[in-house]
C-alpha cells in the first residue's frame, strides 16, 4: 500500500540551527510528494512540492529532493528563524480510478528558540 | 476569495446526536476532501469527491457520508455521533484531481463527542 513515515518529533533548534526532517515514503507506481506546514490553530498550506524523481521543491528557504532510489523527500533549511516554528507534513498523492487520493505523515513538531 | 471556509470552529455532541460539518470553496475547484487529524496519527483521509453528484471513500469512512450536490459544498454528515469521531476536521479543495494538484485546507472544525 501507500504510506508516509517522517521523523517523529518534536525538535527543537536554536534560530539560525540547520535543520533537516526525513521523509520516507512507500507507493505503487509515480506519486507527487508534498510538504505542508501548519502553524497554530490554523489549517494546513503549501510548503513545497516535487512531482518527478530527481525534481527538487523550494520556498522560503526550504528545500526537499524527490529521491525515487531512496524513496525519500526530505525537508531541510540552512537557517531557521523563530517564525518557522510549526508543524510539518510530509504527503504523497497518487491516482486511484476513482482519483488522486493524499496521504499525510504523521507531523513533526518544530519550534526554534531565540 | 474566501478560499475553503468551515463552520462551525467549535462543536461539542453527546453521543448518538448527528450533525453535519459545513464546507465550501469559491475557487471552482474540481476536487474535495475530508480528513480527520488525531496526535500522532497525522491526516487521515475520510471521504473525497471529484466533481459534482462524484464521491468515493478514503482510509476512513465509517460513521461518516457525504454528497456533492454542488462544485462549492462538501457536507460531511455524521449520523450518531461516537466518542471515537472527536477530533479535528479539515476540509480541502484542489483545481483538479491530477496528482500534482496543491490541495488548499479551510481553518478546521474541532469537534468534541461525549
Known amino acids: 500500500g501507500n504510506s508516509v513515515t517522517q521523523m517523529e518529533g518534536p525538535v527543537t533548534l536554536s534560530e539560525e540551527a540547520f535543520l533537516t526532517i526525513n521523509c520516507t515514503y512507500t507507493a505503487t507506481g509515480y506519486p507527487s510528494l508534498f510538504w505542508y506546514v501548519q502553524y497554530p490553530g490554523e489549517g494546513l498550506q503549501l510548503l513545497l512540492k516535487a512531482t518527478k524523481a530527481d525534481d527538487k521543491g523550494s520556498n522560503k528557504g526550504f528545500e526537499a529532493t524527490y529521491r525515487k532510489e531512496t524513496t525519500s523527500f526530505h525537508l531541510e533549511k540552512g537557517s531557521v528563524q523563530v517564525s518557522d516554528s510549526a508543524v510539518y507534513f510530509c504527503?504523497?498523492?497518487?491516482?486511484?480510478?476513482?482519483?488522486?487520493?493524499?496521504?499525510f505523515g504523521t507531523g513533526t513538531s518544530l519550534t526554534v528558540i531565540p | 476569495n474566501a478560499g475553503v471556509t468551515q463552520t462551525p470552529k467549535f462543536q461539542v455532541l453527546k453521543t448518538g446526536q448527528s450533525m453535519t460539518l459545513q464546507c465550501a470553496q469559491d475557487m471552482n475547484h474540481e476536487y474535495m476532501s475530508w480528513y480527520r487529524q488525531d496526535p500522532g496519527m497525522g491526516l487521515r483521509l475520510i471521504h473525497y469527491?471529484?466533481?459534482?453528484?462524484?464521491?468515493d471513500q478514503g482510509e476512513v469512512p465509517n460513521g461518516y457520508n457525504v454528497s456533492r450536490s454542488t462544485t462549492e459544498d462538501f457536507p460531511l454528515r455524521l449520523l450518531s455521533a461516537a466518542p471515537s469521531q472527536t477530533s479535528v476536521y479539515f476540509c480541502?479543495?484542489?483545481?483538479?484531481?491530477?496528482?500534482?494538484?496543491?490541495?488548499?485546507f479551510g481553518p478546521g472544525t474541532r469537534l468534541t463527542v461525549l
Open positions: 469527491s471529484v466533481g459534482a453528484g462524484i464521491t
Open positions: 504527503a504523497l498523492s497518487f491516482l486511484r480510478n476513482t482519483g488522486n487520493q493524499f496521504y
Open positions: 480541502a479543495s484542489s483545481p483538479h484531481q491530477g496528482i500534482t494538484d496543491t490541495q488548499y
